[in-house]
């Protein structure tokens, strides 16, 4: 497998700064000044890695958590992929912790990884920032929101819409930036699956999930699918931004293609290419055999019969003509 990505980070439309940032395949916004990102890549699906990081604490402090947190990630083997996430996790707790001691404020972070390697993917989350799937026309969600509100949809007590106008929506229940002794760090894994060609990978902060639902998500993405990952980018964040843009919008995008398949394609392609090659020079040979046969009929034929033989010799050649060229071309 290949994997392309392609990710972005914007302010939004009513935030000074942003307090987000991503990490695609070693690449991350290292100046916590910067309002916008873009950035792009591609390798194999072998020890690969992207994230998103949706800061919290204002006055630059909620971008100090951030860029801890993409700094201190790294990619895995698929096989110790969630322990790995989970002590990655475990040692950024730490440094924003020591962050928090420093300032004497609050300060903190989400996180939401894909690890990719060897034909396979693993998610993990922890807070509400979200990791997609888009396979086969259908968006499927991999991570899973710590939040308040996420567990009154769990119990049935909201709908996600009814749950997004209740205060309890953005309250945490899981972040980066808690002390060992207020709570056990637990991120959520989505378990091992299987990469498949043609999958568009899909993460971002909640200034996406929390300006369009998941089926104008889904329908974004379906519309911009032939497209490439720049102009799907591009539209899922213009559609939150016309949908308010409240907070820091973050995407980052990763499509997987099957090398093999690509490398049959164009095998093919030299196959066809071969075959004319080959086959002009013959069929032009045989085109010259069979002029010179007409004219070697026509110099025995006497002037009275010229124009009969010449007649009937023109449908023959025609007619040999075009079954050489059916032949060749088939």
Known sequence: MLLRGYGLTH??????????????????????NMLTLEEEGEMPDQLALAGVFDGMGGEEAGEIASLIAAEGVSP??????????????????DKVCEEIRRRQARVGTTAV????????????????????????????????????????????VFTEEEAKKNKAWHKLTQHIGIF?????????????????DGDI???????????????????????????????????????AL????????????????????????????KDILKHTIIGVPVVAMLLLGVVLGVKAIK?????????????????VSDNIIMNILKKELQ
């Not at 060992?180 to 498949?196: A, H, L, N, Q, W």
């Not at 308010?244 to 090398?259: E, F, Q």
């Not at 110099?299 to 449908?315: G, L, N, P």
């Open 201 to 239: 990978y899909l993460l971002c902060s909640d200034g996406l999930t929390d300006m369009l639902s998941n089926e104008e998500i889904a329908s974004i993405m379906m519309q911009n699918s032939g497209t490439g990952l720049s102009a799907m980018a591009h539209a899922l964040r213009d559609a």
């Open 113 to 156: 990884l894909l690890y990719f390697d060897k034909g396979e993917t693993v998610s993990v989350n922890i807070g509400d920032s979200r990791a997609y799937c888009l396979r086969g026309g259908k968006l499927i969600q991999l991570s899973k929101d710590h939040s308040e509100g996420q567990s009154m949809v769990d119990m049935g």
């Open 180 to 196: 060992p002794e207020e709570f056990i760090i637990e991120p959520y894994s989505s378990g091992r699956m299987k990469t498949e």
């Open 76 to 93: 895995s083997g698929i096989e110790t992929a969630e322990n790995s996430a989970k002590e990655q996790i475990i040692r950024i707790n």
């Open 242 to 269: 016309q949908a308010g843009g409240k907070d820091n919008v973050t995407v980052v995008l990763v499509r997987a293609s099957n090398n093999a398949e690509n490398n049959s394609n164009g095998n093919k392609g």
């Open 299 to 315: 110099s025995e034929d006497d002037e009275a019969k010229e124009s009969k033989v010449k007649t009937e010799k023109e449908v």
């Open 11 to 32: 302010q939004g439309n009513v935030r000074q700064n942003n307090e987000d940032n991503f990490y695609l395949f070693g690449k991350y916004k290292k100046d916590v």
